[in-house]
């Protein structure tokens, strides 16, 4: 369970995010706490709705069980609990992706028990992160993230296996594949989604650094100045520029041979970075 103000900051930055696709001014945002904080009688009708023969026979849970595994109690009401949301906000229609689809028919349950409409279900299919094998997430470091820099997520798209490109063509976009070259192709998709979330201008100025730092071996004219971390050992300073989350991560970096400065390739994790001089963290950074 998360803290009531780490709920809080969660919260602010989801709708930061999905302000870049819906009008939030135009969004209600309800806290389920509001009917399930302190109220056990709910929760215990809610758990009414529902069976544990049909909680168990959820794909993910069923697997984990014949593997040996366990199903905790509080993960065996959860679907119900989200269910009940649907009740509270009277949702006609839910949408998620495709691994969510138990859980979002556990809605139309609960609000059946409740004697309400049962809402309708609209599930998406699940997209695939750079890696181009396991679904886009945070844990598995495949993602892409909204906000993230023009650049970076120009590059990160340009990074995607050509298998994936008529597939973000089609989920991610409005406009169809025209052109069959897979390298063309990415740098229009590229160029599309990065337009999306950070203007046409953006778009063309990440395009241009791509190619620059990619094609021509170049470096972007617009990198990012940092007088703060001059001084400062390689591991603290990429961690400081937000490059990495932790000092481990940076160190396996260096010893990759990922990091340079002034185009030497740095084998010591700890060494100091001259004021002025130019640092470059893998093809992008």
């Given amino acids: 369970p998360l803290t009531e103000k780490e709920i809080k900051q969660n919260l602010k930055k989801y709708l930061k995010q999905?302000?870049?696709?819906?009008?939030?001014?135009?969004?209600?945002?309800?806290?389920?706490?509001?009917?399930?904080?302190?109220?056990?009688?709910?929760?215990?009708?809610?758990?009414?709705?529902?069976?544990?023969?049909?909680?168990?026979?959820r794909a993910e849970f069923k697997k984990r069980i014949d593997e040996g595994g366990s199903v905790t109690v509080l993960e065996s009401l959860y679907p119900l609990l989200q269910g009940y949301d649907s009740f509270e906000v009277k949702a006609?229609?839910?949408?998620?992706?495709?691994?969510?689809?138990?859980?979002?028919?556990?809605?139309?349950?609960?609000?059946?028990h409740f004697g309400m409409p049962e809402q309708d279900v609209m599930t998406l299919p699940l997209l695939e992160g750079t890696d181009g094998v396991k679904k886009m997430s945070k844990s598995a470091g495949n993602y892409i993230a909204?906000?993230?820099?023009?650049d970076d997520m120009f590059g990160k798209i340009m990074s995607i296996p050509d298998s994936l490109i008529d597939k973000y063509f089609t989920l991610l976009t409005d406009e169809e594949r025209k052109i069959q070259d897979p390298r063309e192709a990415k740098l229009e998709l590229a160029k599309i989604i990065v337009g999306m979330y950070h203007g046409e201008k953006a778009a063309n100025k990440a395009k241009k650094n791509f190619i620059k730092v990619f094609s021509e071996h170049g470096k972007p004219s617009d990198r990012p100045r940092r007088p703060?971390?001059?001084?400062?050992?390689?591991?603290?300073?990429?961690?400081?520029?937000?490059?990495?989350?932790?000092?481990?991560?940076?160190?396996?970096?260096?010893?990759?041979?990922?990091?340079?400065?002034?185009?030497?390739?740095?084998?010591?994790?700890?060494?100091?970075?001259?004021?002025?001089?130019?640092?470059q963290v893998g093809p992008r950074h």
Avoid: C, H
Avoid at 24 to 46: C, F, G, M, P, Q
């Fill in 146 to 150: 909204l906000d993230v820099e023009p």
């Fill in 228 to 279: 703060n971390l001059a001084g400062k050992s390689v591991i603290n300073a990429i961690v400081e520029a937000g490059i990495t989350s932790s000092r481990s991560e940076a160190r396996r970096l260096v010893e990759q041979g990922a990091v340079r400065i002034n185009d030497k390739k740095v084998s010591d994790p700890n060494e100091a970075i001259p004021s002025g001089a130019t640092v």
């Fill in 18 to 57: 999905a302000g870049k696709i819906i009008n939030v001014r135009k969004t209600e945002v309800y806290y389920n706490s509001k009917w399930l904080a302190k109220r056990t009688d709910v929760i215990l009708n809610a758990a009414k709705a529902g069976t544990i023969n049909q909680v168990i026979q």
């Fill in 92 to 112: 006609d229609l839910e949408i998620g992706g495709s691994d969510q689809k138990f859980n979002l028919l556990m809605g139309r349950q609960v609000q059946k």
